[in-house]
């Protein structure tokens, strides 16, 4: 069973950067769909990246193109999630999560259902 643990979280003035990192547990890890989420209280958890294993390019939320980039350290079963030019609605604790490779090819590869690990989560509070 893969384990997921997030680091980086913290507060950032608007306009900063934050960078979140995801350790695997497991080398297979490398070989999965991943995924970063985030949600605040009172509402659904919503996909903002998506990285799939096979090269291909990452999907992102309408809401963060252009200023959250999502990459991987295969050597060191981590995946990072940059923020840059950050808003106050950013604000949220941010989860990464890990799917069967398949999960990327979806038309809508964003469904927290789709995802079987998740990490625990880091909040991500940005100030104006």
């Known amino acids: 069973q893969v384990q997921l643990q997030e680091s980086g979280g913290g507060s950032v003035q608007a306009g900063g950067s934050l960078r979140l990192s995801c350790v695997a547990s497991?080398?297979?890890?490398?070989?999965?769909?991943k995924a970063w989420f985030r949600q605040v209280p009172g509402k659904e958890r919503e996909g903002v990246a998506v990285?799939?294993?096979?090269?291909?390019?990452?999907w992102y939320a309408d809401s963060v193109k252009g200023r959250f980039t999502t990459f991987r350290d295969n050597a060191e079963n981590t995946v990072y999630l940059q923020i840059n030019t950050a808003k106050s609605e950013d604000s949220a604790m941010y989860y990464c999560?890990?799917?069967?490779?398949?999960?990327?090819?979806?038309?809508?590869?964003?469904?927290?259902?789709?995802?079987?690990?998740w990490g625990q989560g880091t909040q991500v509070t940005v100030s104006s």
């Open positions: 999560a890990a799917a069967p490779p398949a999960v990327c090819r979806q038309a809508e590869p964003n469904k927290p259902g789709a995802f079987t690990y």
């Open positions: 497991e080398y297979t890890y490398s070989s999965a769909c």
């Open positions: 990285l799939p294993s096979n090269g291909r390019s990452p």
